[in-house]
């Protein structure tokens, strides 16, 4: 497999991983947060870099229905990063010499906001990508024959994700924060840090397995009529 495709790989998961341990602010410290947070939007660059190929077939990209999601989803997750980035300006500590952090709580929310939706777009910007994630990964544990019996234990174990997603978005407020809704209930990391990333990963697979799955019901409808 090509080597450069794999680091494009390595280097996409390390930024989904850099998204997850942002999402920890009140355990990390703002210092961290913001090495962290500006590590991954490098990262981000970086993506767009290696796919800029992509934006010169966009109209073509654009047609059918399964296109025409993949778009959307690649739109919203681009305005979802560069509200992320502004926000991070004007508010940002590290920048403080060069100009004067913005604490307003407006824009802390906003910021809050477009992380919570990164979170959810690109769990869906992936569950589109999930057939070529998958042959990765067969391809680099050497599994080239389809089975049953495993893919029955794959489907239980996305199922099970899933079903532990949908409870793990109400453990985290998932619903207030991408409503913009002011609450006080938030994660106490003193009890438990583990479980806020277990949770966090869960959603993820949740919004991975309803697009995957949605995607080739829709499919399979397109192919049906």
Known sequence: MNKLFLLRIALDCLAAGLLLFDLSYWWLGNTAHEIAGTAMLLLVIVHNAFNRRWYGTLARNARGRHGLFNVSVTTALLVAMTVLLVTSVLISHALGGVMPAYSGFTVIQIHTLAAYWLL?????????????????????????????????????????????????????????????????????????????????????????????????????????V
């Open 120 to 224: 959810v777009v690109v769990a869906i910007h992936l569950g589109l990508r999930w057939p070529t994630i998958m042959s990765v990964a067969r391809n680099l544990v050497g599994i080239k024959r389809p089975n049953a019996i495993r893919s029955g234990l794959l489907r239980l174990i996305s199922t099970a994700i899933a079903l532990h997603g949908v409870w793990s978005s109400f453990a985290l407020g998932l619903g207030t924060k991408l409503a913009m809704q002011m609450t006080l209930d938030w994660w106490n990391f003193e009890e438990s840090v583990a479980f806020f990333f277990v949770h966090c990963m869960a959603v993820t697979g949740l919004y991975i397995s309803l697009t995957y799955y949605g995607m080739k019901l829709v499919d399979r409808r397109k192919n049906a």
